[in-house]
């Protein structure tokens, strides 16, 4: 079969052919029609300093995918050749204190599809069933490609309760305009999204933020003003990675306001005074509940949440490198490739 292999020590990915997976009796084989791209796809393409560690050659990346079952294991009973699935990208170890207890998104020891092990940028992936999630089939399948990320953005946003709250969102990247979508369809009030990249708050602004802030030119403060906002954000959502992202949040936050950290930061330096005297919670996110934060996606689709604007480019796999080039540029929202339709 065809796979987006990452074969060298050195940046780019290729287009090899690869033997097909072969199952074990608690896996399930699936045919990919969709995969989109991750932005720990893009850190492996560009061999940076994490994937250096991270990641071993040869291997077939990627994780957020949507397919059809065409093989079963022995030992599965609850799905059908044919079903249309995804899966949770984190293969948990179901043994540790957390897995046991059913809190499986805190084990001690995950593994990374497409990180850890052979990746869904290929004509077939086999995943454990305990992995596997099925689809409802009245959304796109470019959406249910997505669905990973918009479980990183659903697990973040229905961390704290957002009704009636004022919400700060920092990065416009897909899975903060996600997040903000999430946030306008739960009941936020107003969701402040900051960037530095016109084409991103842009995205934002059409994925349903009240206000979409260039910090480059603007402040938080304004922002606030401008919006009638007295006291500070209630809930925010850091979704850059960026360092000054996350001193600017805890400084412009209510007092008793929560943050939920999913953006992945290098080491800095915090305001600590901000946190302790102004009672704020901040809580670290890492990856979806399973599978809570899946059946909240779903419902949520089902419910109305309009992600219309989310995917930006739509490439066939052949054409991989103008993916990874549109997500590279930073002027994209998700990029998703196909592969059997
Ligand atoms: P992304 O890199 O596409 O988006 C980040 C955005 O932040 C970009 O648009 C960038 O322009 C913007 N940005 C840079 N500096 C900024 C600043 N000072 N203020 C505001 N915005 C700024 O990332 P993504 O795929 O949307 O993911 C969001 C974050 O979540 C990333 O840090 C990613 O590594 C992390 N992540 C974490 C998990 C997890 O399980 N914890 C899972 C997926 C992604
Ligand atoms: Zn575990």
Redesign the pocket.
């Known amino acids: 079969m065809k796979a987006l292999v990452k074969s060298k020590a050195e940046p780019g990915l290729w287009l090899e052919d690869v033997p097909t997976p072969q199952i074990g009796i608690n896996d399930i084989l699936i045919e990919v029609i969709k995969t989109s791209i991750?932005?720990?796809d893009v850190h492996i393409y560009n061999w940076d300093a994490w994937a250096q560690k991270t990641i071993r050659v040869p291997m077939a990346i990627g994780h957020e995918f949507v397919g059809r079952i065409v093989e079963i294991g022995s030992n599965v009973h609850d799905f059908a050749v044919g079903d249309l699935v995804s899966a949770e990208g984190h293969v948990v170890c179901g043994r540790c204190r957390n897995c046991l207890a059913g809190r499986r998104h805190l084990c001690t020891s995950p593994k990374g599809i497409g990180v850890n092990r052979d990746g869904a940028f290929a004509e077939y992936i086999a995943v454990p069933v305990t992995n596997v999630w099925y689809c409802d089939t009245s959304i796109s399948t470019d959406i249910l490609s997505c669905f990973d990320?918009l479980g990183?953005a659903a697990?973040t946003a229905l961390s704290f309760n957002l009704v009636g709250e004022d919400v700060l969102i920092?990065?416009?990247?897909?899975?903060?305009?996600m997040a903000a979508a999430i946030a306008r369809q739960v009941g936020a009030r107003h969701v402040v999204v900051?960037?530095?990249?016109p084409y991103?708050l842009e995205l934002a602004k059409r994925m349903g933020a009240t206000l979409a802030l260039d910090?480059r030119t603007g402040r938080l403060a304004d922002a606030q003003k401008q919006l009638g906002m007295k006291e500070g954000f209630d809930v925010g959502m850091e979704?850059?990675?960026?360092p000054?992202?996350l001193r600017?949040m805890i400084a412009n936050m209510a007092h008793g306001g929560k943050i939920a950290?999913?953006?992945?930061?290098p080491r800095t330096e915090i305001e600590w005074d901000f946190v302790v005297f102004n009672g704020l919670t901040i809580k670290?996110?890492?990856?979806r509940e399973m599978y809570e934060t899946w059946y909240k996606v779903t419902m949520l689709i089902q419910g109305g949440l309009d992600l219309g604007p989310l995917i930006t480019h739509r490439f066939h796999y052949t054409d991989f490198q103008k993916g990874f080039d549109a997500?590279r540029s930073?002027n994209s929202g998700k990029v998703v490739l196909s592969w059997h339709d």
């Open positions: 991750c932005g720990t990320p990183n697990h920092t990065g416009a990247g897909p899975i903060g305009c900051t960037d530095v990249n991103r910090v979704m850059s990675g960026n000054e992202a600017e950290l999913l953006g992945i930061l670290g996110i890492y990856g997500m930073g």
